[in-house]
């Protein structure tokens, strides 16, 4: 679903080949975040669209490139690879090429990133146990020549992980606000309050008037 009507191209809406997302778009994406097997009826009904409107709004999302794949979420203990570990690399400037193409041959890497900083890149590996993990920096990392140095830290406990995130979570967050705190009872005989600093000088500036 491109758009034809010449208007200048908006870098905070507009991906790929020119798909408008809009607030449908948006709603689709995050059915899809929650479950990315359900029909497009179900879909269409959960977003408030028809059905024909739901399919080809969900085909225009995979064919623009904002929806890429689909894939599975597996449990990792299960899967037997239960130590999760961060290594930060530092790289060898001149020798970028080689180390992307050393660690594409990899298959535990599960994600890397170039980042700023101390170090160059972040690479998240899944191992079986400790020494795996010892095995894979010490043997393997340590030995590529791009490497000039490293740093490990293990993951104890991911407490946070979503698929993606989309610009429309921030307003829900801000939508979503506290309810108004109570305001203060009577405090019984034998108890005590702890009072603010602006209300305790306003009573003793009544007291004093």
């Given at each position: 679903?491109?758009?034809?009507?010449?208007?200048?191209?908006?870098?905070?809406?507009?991906?790929?080949?020119?798909?408008?997302?809009?607030?449908?778009?948006?709603?689709?994406?995050?059915?899809?975040?929650?479950?990315?097997?359900?029909?497009?009826?179900?879909?269409?009904?959960?977003?408030?669209?028809?059905?024909?409107?739901?399919?080809?709004?969900?085909?225009?999302?995979?064919?623009?490139?904002?929806?890429?794949?689909?894939?599975?979420?597996?449990?990792?203990?299960?899967?037997?690879?239960?130590?999760?570990?961060?290594?930060?690399?530092?790289?060898?400037?001149?020798m970028?090429?080689?180390?992307?193409?050393?660690?594409?041959?990899?298959?535990?890497?599960?994600?890397?990133?170039?980042?700023?900083?101390?170090h160059?890149?972040?690479?998240?590996?899944?191992?079986?146990?400790?020494?795996?993990?010892?095995?894979?920096?010490?043997?393997?990392?340590?030995?590529?020549?791009?490497?000039?140095?490293?740093?490990?830290?293990?993951?104890?406990?991911?407490?946070?992980?979503?698929?993606?995130?989309?610009?429309?979570?921030?307003?829900?967050?801000?939508?979503?606000?506290?309810?108004?705190?109570?305001?203060?009872?009577e405090?019984?005989?034998?108890?005590?309050?702890?009072?603010?600093?602006?209300?305790?000088r306003?009573?003793?500036?009544?007291?004093?008037?």
């Amino acid at each position: 679903m491109s758009s034809n009507s010449g208007r200048p191209a908006d870098p905070s809406g507009r991906i790929g080949i020119g798909l408008e997302l809009d607030g449908i778009h948006m709603k689709i994406l995050e059915v899809l975040r929650e479950n990315g097997r359900i029909s497009v009826a179900a879909l269409a009904e959960r977003v408030g669209i028809s059905r024909a409107n739901a399919y080809t709004r969900f085909e225009a999302l995979r064919a623009d490139g904002a929806i890429k794949r689909f894939t599975a979420e597996i449990d990792h203990v299960r899967a037997g690879l239960g130590i999760t570990a961060l290594v930060f690399v530092t790289v060898r400037q001149q020798m970028w090429k080689q180390f992307r193409a050393e660690l594409a041959r990899m298959p535990e890497v599960e994600y890397c990133a170039i980042t700023t900083g101390q170090h160059d890149a972040m690479i998240q590996v899944r191992m079986a146990d400790v020494a795996a993990v010892h095995r894979l920096v010490t043997e393997r990392m340590a030995n590529i020549p791009a490497v000039k140095a490293t740093e490990t830290v293990f993951i104890l406990d991911e407490v946070l992980r979503r698929p993606y995130v989309l610009p429309t979570d921030r307003d829900a967050g801000r939508t979503a606000r506290r309810p108004a705190a109570p305001e203060p009872a009577e405090v019984p005989l034998g108890k005590m309050r702890f009072v603010g600093a602006a209300e305790g000088r306003a009573a003793l500036r009544k007291e004093g008037g």
